[in-house]
């Protein structure tokens, strides 16, 4: 028979339970997407706007050297006085990408999640009547404080388009136009009032900020306009980080953007009034039109989460 245990002998010590398996990793939270009638701010360190602005120059290097030389193997001509308007074309496309590029690249730094609105591509909170009103009172205090600013100053004839090549072949002059009117707009748009203004907006404030983001704006234009016009072309850059904030949308930003160059484009070819409000009416529609493919294809999706209300 066998033995019994003493009565008062410890009981078998039970095998530790096995630890539960590690969840996945987990997506970033759902960011809110806040009041629609200010631009947003989505917590972007100020100094990710410095990172994105140089990024941008880095990346636009990167992809002129894979543009240029290849161009330069099959015989291109290229010195450090001319480059062909064509390769010119090419290089700022390239740029505009590049401005594009950056800020998402930063948007994602910590892991967080990122979604159209944060850049303003929605609907104006004030409504597209109200946004249209601020996008015309800009425009004309920009046209007025530049005519009295020329008037003073005399400044050169801007060369941007003579680089582009517009009065050497038709081609040259529709992608000149294009370029101009549309894609820079757009592209300068969302790297000056979609990222840097918003970045620096969050930690600094609205007219610190502002006033930052014009004078990097009418700096990056050094090499395309004459010295004397930085000044006001800083102007118009603040002047579109208030247009972005009390509309709530970068849409009206980059519709006043296109009119301004479309105006510009018009008048540096000498065109007659007929053709200047047909160019704008060109690049208006081909601004509309690619964010309306951006968001056929996906690229721009609606918002998601509840909205709070924004400092």
Known sequence: MAALPPENSPAPLA?????????????????????????PLPGWPWWTALVALLGAFVL????????????????????????????????TFVQDLAFVAAPIMCAH??????RAWQFGLRRPGVGWGGALLMVLTLIIAFLVVTAIWSSLVNPEKEKLLEQLGSKESTLLLVLSAGLTCVVAPMCEEFLFRGYIFTALRGSWGLWPAAIVDGLLFGAVHASS???????????????????????????????????NNAIAFASLESWSWLGGLALIAASLAGVTAVIWT?????LIVPGRGLARAAA
């Open 15 to 39: 095998a530790p339970p096995l630890a539960p398996p590690e969840p996945p990793d987990a997506p970033p939270p759902e960011p809110l997407e806040g009041d629609p009638s200010s631009s």
């Open 109 to 114: 730094i910590g892991g967080r999640a990122v």
């Open 294 to 298: 951006c968001k056929r294809v996906g």
């Open 225 to 259: 306009a004459p010295v004397l016009d930085l000044l006001p072309l800083a102007g118009l850059g603040f002047g579109l980080c208030l247009l972005y904030r009390y509309s709530g949308s970068l849409y009206p930003g980059m519709g006043a953007h296109a009119l």
């Open 60 to 91: 636009t290097a990167i992809g002129a050297l894979v543009v240029d030389l290849p161009a330069v193997a099959f015989g291109v001509q290229v010195t450090s006085s001319h480059t062909p308007p064509g390769l010119t074309i090419a290089d």
